[in-house]
């Protein structure tokens, strides 16, 4: 598949970048309508919508950029030529990490609920769903720039990777593997991952919705999609940057999934219901007073 879908004049449109931007239209799209269900104005949604983008961007780049990864380049490629971390290519940076992606979302919409004075938890819950969707669309991206592949495989559903995107890989040089060799479709595995999310939150939404609270759906993030990437990072990706032998994304992950977790036991356990109040009604206060005056 060409990376390049079409041009306008001599400027290139790359199918990354429209990707991307499908996902994240689509994302903001889910959060909006969920927002509307629960009777929120749903313009608050598209109203963070760019500074989200522009923060995740920034910071999805950032985590590439100070990254040291097993394959590719990172900080000590870009401490060498630090012009390049300004230069966008393949439809966009040549590297983004979604863990920086999260954070600076994060910051986005601490940032534009505390402006508005709004629950932080409250509209990141709609946020959430969004995002995962987001993500399941935009790792299609990968595939058309296959990047970020796994091991080979001689599984029905593996895929061929061109030589030129083999270079990086001295274990699957196309002089150690043929070019007819295929590999695990890690792109594919964390897509599916991600869209089963989203259809669990959903459902939960919609079943469940007088039941949960306010962070509940962000917290079923922060543990549902860390433990898919802790699975993809183990045995799908030979890229990983590592940290003492342990792979970078694996530790972010097991640090969100424990934050995910004890905003869950806080919310479900630890915080007490508050009592129902009783209703006072004309009819009620009739009733009070004939009480009290037959006491007398």
Not at 40 to 62: E, F, K, S
Not at 80 to 97: C, K, M, S, T, V
Not at 269 to 292: D, L, N
Request: hydrophobic share 45%.
């Amino acid at each position: 598949m060409d990376p390049i879908a079409f041009h306008i004049g001599s400027y290139p449109v790359y199918w990354y970048g429209i990707i991307l931007t499908t996902g994240a239209v689509l994302g903001a799209w889910l959060a909006s309508w969920m927002a509307k269900q629960r009777g929120d104005d749903p313009d608050h949604i598209w109203n963070m919508l760019i500074i989200v983008l522009i923060l995740g961007i920034i910071g999805a780049r950032l985590y590439h950029v100070f990254s040291r990864p097993a394959v590719g380049i990172g900080w000590d490629y870009y401490k060498e030529h630090p012009l390049d971390i300004f230069i966008p290519r393949n439809g966009g940076f040549a590297g983004l990490g979604i863990y920086g992606a999260v954070i600076g979302g994060v910051i986005g919409i601490l940032g534009y609920t505390a402006w508005k004075k709004l629950s932080f938890l409250h509209w990141a819950d709609y946020a959430a769903p969004g995002v995962l969707l987001a993500q399941a669309i935009g790792r299609w991206g990968n595939y058309v720039n296959q990047e970020l592949f796994g091991p080979p495989t001689t599984l029905p559903w593996g895929i061929k990777i061109d030589c030129a995107n083999r270079q990086f890989y001295e274990q699957y040089n196309c002089n150690v593997l043929g070019p007819d060799t295929k590999f695990h479709p890690t792109f594919l595995y964390e897509s599916i991952w991600n869209a089963i999310g989203v259809a669990l939150m959903i459902i939960a939404f919609k079943k469940f919705g007088k039941r949960l609270r306010d962070g509940d759906l962000l917290f079923f993030y922060l543990i549902y999609y860390p433990l898919g990437r802790i699975w993809v990072e183990y045995f799908f990706r030979p890229d990983a940057w590592k940290v003492g032998g342990l792979p970078t994304a694996v530790v972010i992950s097991l640090i969100a999934m424990t934050i995910g977790a004890a905003g869950l036991i806080f919310n479900h356990v630890i915080r007490k219901t508050p009592e129902p109040q009783p209703v006072v009604t004309s009819e009620s206060k009739k009733r009070s007073k004939k009480s009290k005056k037959s006491r007398k």
